[in-house]
């Protein structure tokens, strides 16, 4: 069978192409299985005490306990993150390593035990009948759990590889290890940290809508005690989410990730000031969004609640990074050769389609609410995109194969199984027969044509053919369609599944779509893979009404 394994006489290979030796498929499925059965436990599982009703005695340990069941997700997290990074080459050398020398490294006796230990822990954390009335029984209970926990996580760990590669990585990578620990708890201090800061932001946004709408000419009203806000006809309460802190934080994380990736075409300490800058636009551009919700109430609430109010927020963190990126890499301050200095951007024919489709999707989901006449609104502007670059799609070489169906096939299997059908609207069949019949024609084309066509060739450019390449290598267009390496492989499968409706299956479609990529070393493979998934997905939508499949 090809692709079997790796044997001990293949270590020189090995050595040589990297990571381009892998274990069996089957192997891979079984640990993209592993790393989404640990995301749900990390989701799912809380410590099994109630503070408010289960302890009489609170002081010190019950805090403590309270401390854990906060922060334990985004600790654990930011450790794991922050470890991996800084020790990667050792990470794959180790990986490299454990391949060599025996390429059946999955065990199922500890993923069993694993999941015994899951069923335990299930039981205590939903466990409803716990009721501590000493400090004694929760001490001991918080062991038992503590234990336990423990045991899952080292189990999961086993299940994955073996335990000689855990020991050896951590041998080899003491200190990113340590650092690692100190990330995490750092993030965690700097979580709570940032908790004080919700009342004043809040205050301020409230302040700042005011000023707003009295500049506008606005009769408001204004409960300040209450943060109430509006005009007679609609008025909203400025609440901690409205704050603009989440914002805030998504705009600094985006801005840090783009300092670190370009930092060897940015100016450094010059640079920095784009930390500041993006956050207090965000920040401004919040108010400016709960302002034009009132305007929007006022006219339309259904308008307002079901889309501006939901797509709003987005489409102002997208100008705002967007803006950033693009002054930067213009400015002779921000970057050391601006980009008005060098020739066309290669990646502009790969990127820009993807990017308006999303500004056109959530403009079209603040007007439509995401109902099926979105798609055709959304073909358009992504269709005249890809005419416009329409010579990265010519210098692509197209050869169709039955790979690509199949793979595409399997995709539509995978999304319609694990997708929630609970939104679905009513036939697309029933309301077209509402519309003249030359409308309602050119809206099934447009629809078609942006499902089959404009979604997965911009997505597919973006994805596979930009960023799956740019992981590899910053001169991306020197790295052949077939050039596999983990990080690039779970990278821009990762990154298009939270683009798409459904993140688990959406992820699961982007690792198929990157391996019909890789295997013929064709682009136009996955462009086709991903066309047919979305063909099938969209005869199913007119079928059944399941519109949030599409897309």
């Known amino acids: 069978m090809a692709g079997a394994g790796v044997t001990r006489s293949s270590s020189v290979d090995a050595e040589s192409t990297g990571l381009r030796v892998s274990p069996a498929g089957s192997s891979v499925l079984l640990w993209i299985g592993l790393v989404l059965l640990l995301a749900a436990e990390l989701t799912v599982l809380t410590l099994p005490f109630n503070l408010a009703g289960n302890l009489e005695e609170k002081g010190f340990w019950a805090s403590v306990l309270f401390a854990a069941q906060r ?36 065990s199922v006796r500890w993923l069993a035990a694993h999941l015994v230990l899951l069923g335990l822990l299930i039981s205590g954390t939903r466990a409803e009948g716990i009721r501590l009335n000493s400090m004694a029984d929760w001490e001991g209970w918080l062991l038992l759990w503590s234990v336990l926990a423990c045991g899952a996580l080292a189990t999961w760990l086993f299940s994955a590889l073996p335990p000689r590669f855990w020991v050896r990585w951590l041998g080899r990578s003491r200190f990113a290890f340590l650092a690692g620990g100190a990330a995490g708890l750092a993030a965690y201090a700097f979580g709570n940290w940032t908790q004080g800061l919700w009342g004043p932001l809040q205050r301020s946004t409230f302040q700042m809508v005011a000023m707003i709408l009295r500049m506008s000419g606005q009769a408001a009203v204004n409960r300040p005690d ?56 965000i920040w401004l551009l919040n108010s400016v969004r709960i302002a034009a919700l009132i305007f929007i109430g006022g006219w339309n609430q259904d308008v307002a609640l079901k889309g501006f109010h939901s797509a709003a927020g987005w489409i102002f963190f997208n100008i705002v990074a967007v803006a950033l990126v693009w002054t930067s890499s213009r400015s002779q301050l921000f970057a050391k050769t601006p980009e008005s200095q060098l020739n066309t951007n290669p990646a502009s024919g790969y990127v820009l ?199």
């Open 71 to 106: 922060g334990i997700r985004p600790t654990f997290i930011t450790a794991v993150a922050v470890t991996i990074f800084l020790s990667w080459p050792v990470l794959q050398q180790e990986f490299r390593r454990i391949l060599n020398e025996s390429p059946e490294i999955i």
């Open 226 to 281: 209450d943060l109430v806000l509006g005009t007679s006809r609609f008025a909203v309460t400025i609440t901690a989410h409205c704050s603009g802190l989440e914002g805030i934080g998504l705009m600094c994380a985006f801005t840090g990730v783009y300092l670190w990736s370009c930092r060897r075409q940015l100016r450094f300490p010059q640079a920095l000031l784009l930390l500041p800058v993006g956050a207090i636009s």
């Open 353 to 551: 389609p993807l990017i308006v489709f999303f500004a056109s999707s959530l403009i079209a989901s603040m007007f439509l609410f995401g109902s099926r006449s979105s798609l055709s609104a959304i073909a358009v502007p992504v269709l005249c995109a890809l005419w416009y670059y329409r010579a990265t799609l010519f210098s692509l070489r197209w050869k169709p194969s039955w790979i690509s169906i199949l793979a595409g096939g399997m995709v539509f299997a995978i999304i319609s199984l694990m997708s929630d059908a609970s939104s679905a609207d009513a036939s697309i069949g029933t309301s077209l027969r509402q519309l003249p019949m030359p409308i309602a024609a050119g809206s099934l084309l447009l629809g078609l044509a942006g499902s089959v066509i404009a979604i997965p060739t911009a997505q597919e450019l973006a994805f596979r053919g930009y960023l799956a390449r740019k992981l590899v290598a910053a001169d991306f267009e020197n790295v052949p369609f077939n050039q596999f390496t983990w990080f690039a492989f779970l990278g821009s499968s990762i990154v298009s599944g939270i683009a798409a409706p459904n993140w688990i299956p959406g992820i699961l479609a982007g690792m198929i779509f990157a391996l019909v990529m890789y295997r013929r070393r064709l682009l136009t493979d996955a462009i086709l893979a991903h066309a047919c998934s979305s063909g099938l997905l969209f005869l199913l939508a007119t079928a059944t009404g399941k519109w949030s499949l599409v897309g």
